[in-house]
């Protein structure tokens, strides 16, 4: 079965420091990757999205993910986070055909930026 | 303003009682589905809808109702429900089923 594997469920950070975020999927085909953030309650958002092409995509908010093939990766990264960054963002992936259109995510991580 | 709205936003009730969610979309998308959101599980779907009078089950459909009558609505039933489906449950809907999902902003339902 597809499943979308996030690396750390809690990442504490301080202001102006660097962020990554890890996102594995474990389908081999082709397939569409998302990023998806949920500020304190309210719903998701959109970050950023791989369909094809250049594998570097940037989003809203200064975020970025790189796509590696080869790894099975779509990692989020921001070179700077600010207090405001604080939510749970959540990977997710979308493979062809064969798995039913359907959608799967990851468990999520939740972010906290200290001010 | 495009949108994906749910009603009610939050639901208590008690073990059996017959209750619906509603979703509607004003974007026109074909593709809709249902999610429930628990800590630590992430986002798991429940049903969707690829148009009009078509549904299947997600991952985890036990429990549930789907119908989509017609294209803007999709509304999610829960024919007797219990304590293991509280929940926050969202609708999404997309124009394909392999683009970006919109989403509503949530139902908590608490089931005594």
């Known amino acids: 079965a597809q499943s979308v594997s996030q690396h750390n469920h809690h990442v504490i950070l301080s202001e102006a420091a660097s962020l990554e975020l890890g996102c594995n999927y474990s389908y081999g085909g082709t397939v569409n990757l998302f990023w998806y953030v949920q500020y304190p309650g309210q719903h998701l958002q959109l970050l950023l999205k791989y369909f094809s092409g250049d594998p570097l995509v940037k989003g809203i908010k200064g975020f970025e993910a790189e796509f590696i093939k080869s790894k099975f990766s779509f990692n989020l990264r921001k070179p700077s986070v600010q207090w405001s960054d604080t939510a749970e963002y959540f990977c997710a992936v979308n493979a062809h055909e064969e798995y039913g259109n359907k959608l799967v995510f990851g468990a999520g991580t939740i972010l906290r930026v200290k001010s | 303003e495009a949108q994906v709205t749910q009603n009610p936003r939050y639901l208590i009730t008690v073990t059996g009682k017959k209750l619906t969610v509603t979703c509607s979309q004003n974007m026109n998308h074909e593709y809709m589905s249902w999610y429930r959101q628990d800590p630590g599980l992430g986002l798991r779907q429940i049903y969707y809808?690829?148009?009009?009078?078509?549904?299947d089950k997600g991952d985890v459909p036990e429990g549930y109702k789907v119908s989509r009558k017609e294209k803007r609505n999709f509304p999610l039933i829960l024919e007797s429900p219990s304590p293991n489906q509280t929940s926050l449950y969202f609708c999404?809907?997309?124009?394909?089923?392999?683009?970006?999902?919109?989403f509503g902003p949530g139902t908590r339902l608490t089931v005594t």
């Open positions: 809808s690829m148009n009009v009078e078509v549904t």
């Open positions: 999404a809907s997309s124009p394909r089923k392999t683009s970006e999902q919109y």
